[in-house]
Nanobody, 124 residues
Framework: QVQLVESGGGLVQAGGSLRLSCAASGRTFSSYAMGWFRQAPGKEREFVAFISYSGGITYYTDSVKGRFTISRDNAKNAVYLQMNSLKPEDTAVYYC?????????????????WGQGTQVTVSS
């Protein structure tokens, strides 16, 4: 079992930055690949980025490449999403998710554990 708690969301102007954090419970965090997803009002949940259990592999959706960076600290049981050059279309609730596999997935159904989400609002 893994429990996930996101933090770091907020209101920011376009072009600004935010750093999301996801704190995980449990002793086997390093066994889980982690993902970030987001959901805007009236839209389906969409993939943002994932990182492998070791941190050696990362993958991003095209719309955030070059702007967002996913990272993890297995000693702290945490995963992060650094978001730079934010755009109004990045506005959404952001969720972290965990799957007990070496690598992540772009499919939300492949993740067994989810946090409650944190709101990110980017004003124009």
């Amino acid at each position: 079992q893994v429990q996930l708690v996101e933090s770091g969301g907020g209101l920011v102007q376009a072009g600004g930055s935010l750093r999301l954090s996801c704190a995980a419970s449990g002793r086997t965090f390093s066994s889980y690949a982690m993902g970030w997803f987001r959901q805007a009002p009236g839209k389906e949940r969409e993939f943002v980025a994932f990182i492998s259990y070791s941190g050696g592999i990362t993958y991003y959706t095209d719309s955030v490449k070059g702007r967002f960076t996913i990272s993890r600290d297995n000693a702290k049981n945490a995963v992060y999403l650094q978001m730079n050059s934010l755009k109004p279309e990045d506005t959404a609730v952001y969720y972290c998710a965990a799957r007990k596999e070496s690598s992540g997935s772009v499919e939300p159904g492949r993740y067994a554990y989810w946090g409650q989400g944190t709101q990110v609002t980017v004003s124009s």
